[in-house]
């Protein structure tokens, strides 16, 4: 069904945008960054007040799988309003209730569907992870929690202590792969392996420091992080670890889920299955739903342990039915990694005359444009690894560039890595090639020789003794990042708005352009999405006073109609 037009000439708009900047919160954040007042929406556009149209990338953060007032989640709600069922029943057992988690648990790796058991929860993705917490240290008898940087679960107490960036007692903070900014300063496949080194050594040693561990928790990619995706090989390195020492393993699939990277559940990339699963935001198809699946071993809370008024959400449950049995059957699961890649393809292509794109990454339809400013050099790592004397003569800097070292690239004591370049690792068949001869600023602190760095394969005396082994050098070809642009970010995504797009910010220092398109994105959207944002960045480029290496868009990435006139998106 086409949007019909709307009459207002902005004065409704505007009064409506400075009611809500003197009446509500200033907690508020999307309303901020996007000055709209939506009426309308079907599918992946919505409609302004003013009349104006926007292509849809955020998609309520990713809880409209099927895009906006999809018919068949429309027609699940007026069935359910007509045949006066209740609405709200708690935790009663119901008609709706049942056939949601039939659909729900066609739908889990089986591995995990055999002998799960749900636990339905307050109505937000946040309570499901306290939940899930619950039930761990009830199960395990333990207290600790294994988290990693960068995460975010939400933003009631627990759920924002496992987050990145909360310090809280009794969590246990983990360095995440994160390939690009890697905290070990070489990223790939050695990153991934030191990660999980990190937190196998951490486990064993009794002087860790780390408090006995009720789970792990984990993004099978991270969202408001910045669209990190963990590697596969990685997160099996994640379940054998947990598994071994008996810790319950924690996915959290809140935003994962439901076809988005690719496959119905993150993990099953990976092959992974997870000991709990948090659930929510598509899962409800658009309406507020939560869930906890576990493994019946650890159903072992009384009765009561976990509750929630709104847990019996009769609306939801039909509308998240219906969204998980359509996402299902027409394989939407399958058709988002197709147009993920192609826009993953496209974008890199655009990406490569552009320094202030410094990584284009993601999985399926969870895709993340991470903004730099290369013209102020290298980050703070790099910094701290050259102030320690570490570099050019690398093998005369001392005690001081030990310490230097390893508080520039993070906890690298079990850095005793096995393999080179070309051969295997936990994570498979090693794609990293052999090494150029030209050494880079960030990699001279790990090497001996002529200035700036030296040989191929050798490290130098002092990273030697920081790492605490003999293993040869990886052949890693890392360069140092560029610190973020949280301006230029901003900027981009106001651009993408005035050329009727919609565009949220996630990362670090809110620095990556996310993308989060519906399942039911079409090609021809595909293309307007990337005509925009492709024109916009430009723009923003443009505007800040930097300029790209090519001047000209790709020829996929031409011109495009105004936005708002005659707009069909």
């Known amino acids: 069904m086409a949007l019909s037009a709307v009459s207002d000439d902005g004065g409704a708009t505007q009064g409506i945008l400075r009611r809500q900047a003197l009446r509500e919160s200033a907690a508020r954040t999307y309303a901020r960054a996007l000055p709209i007042v939506p009426v309308r929406a079907r599918g992946m556009t919505i409609e302004g007040a003013d009349g104006r149209r926007y292509l849809d990338c955020l998609s309520g953060a990713g809880a409209l799988a099927l895009g906006h007032n999809h018919p068949v989640v429309l027609e699940a709600i007026r069935a359910v309003l007509d045949s006066e069922a209740p609405l709200q029943v708690l935790d009663l057992a119901t008609p709706v209730k049942d056939a949601f988690t039939d659909e729900l648990f066609a739908t889990l790796p089986p591995g995990l569907a055999a002998g799960a058991r749900v636990q339905f929860c307050g109505p937000a993705g946040t309570d499901a992870v306290e939940a899930a917490l619950t039930l761990v240290r009830i199960a395990t008898g333990r207290d600790g929690l294994l988290a990693f940087s960068g995460a975010y679960h939400g933003m009631t107490a627990g759920a924002l202590a496992a987050s990145g960036g909360a310090s809280a007692a009794g969590v246990t903070r983990l360095p995440f792969p994160y390939g690009y900014r890697c905290p070990f300063g070489v990223g790939g496949e050695r990153g991934a392996e030191l990660s999980a080194r990190w937190a196998e050594k951490l486990l064993d040693d009794p002087k ?113 039915t219906a969204t998980l049995a359509y996402v299902r059957v027409n394989h939407l699961a399958q058709r988002a990694a197709v147009v993920g890649r192609r826009m993953l393809e496209r974008l890199r292509r655009f990406a490569a005359g552009r320094p202030q794109i410094g990584e284009v990454r993601g999985r399926g339809l969870m895709i993340g444009l991470e903004l730099v400013a290369p013209e102020a050099g290298p980050t703070a790592e790099a910094g701290a690894i050259a102030e320690a004397g570490v570099g050019a003569e690398a093998g005369q800097a001392g005690s001081a560039a030990r310490v230097g070292l390893a508080a520039a690239l993070g906890p690298v004591a079990y850095a005793d890595w096995e393999g080179a370049p070309g051969g295997t690792s936990p994570y498979g068949e090693s794609t990293i090639e052999e090494a150029p001869d030209e050494v880079t600023p960030c990699e001279g602190a790990w090497l001996t020789g002529t200035e700036g760095g030296g040989a191929r394969g050798t490290l130098s005396e002092d990273a030697r003794q920081v790492l605490g082994g003999g293993a040869p050098y990886p052949g890693v070809t890392r360069t140092a990042a560029p610190p973020a642009d949280p301006a230029l970010a901003a900027a981009v995504q106001q651009e993408c708005l005035r050329r009727g797009l919609i565009v949220e910010l996630g990362g670090r220092h809110d620095a990556v352009i996310r993308l989060l398109p519906p399942l039911t994105i079409t090609d021809e959207q595909t293309e307007a999405v990337l005509d925009r944002l492709a024109d916009a960045l430009d723009a923003a480029i443009r505007t800040s006073g930097t300029r790209s290496r090519s001047g000209e868009l790709p020829t996929a990435a031409g011109p495009f109609a105004p936005p708002f006139a005659g707009n069909r998106h």
């Open 208 to 320: 860790g420091g780390a408090p006995d561990p009720a789970g792990m928790i984990l993004e099978p990619v991270q969202g408001e992080g910045g669209v990190i995706p963990a590697p596969d090989g990685w997160l099996r390195r994640m379940r054998e670890i947990t598994e071994a020492r008996s810790i319950p393993l924690i996915a959290d699939e809140v935003q994962t889920g439901v076809g988005r990277t690719g496959a119905f559940w993150a993990v099953d990339h990976s092959g992974t299955v997870p000991d709990v699963m948090v659930l929510s935001k598509a899962i409800g198809g658009g309406l507020p739903l939560a869930v906890v699946v576990y493994r019946e071993e650890l159903d072992v809370w009384p009765p009561g342990a976990h509750a929630g008024t709104f847990r019996g959400n009769q609306l939801a449950m039909a509308a998240g």
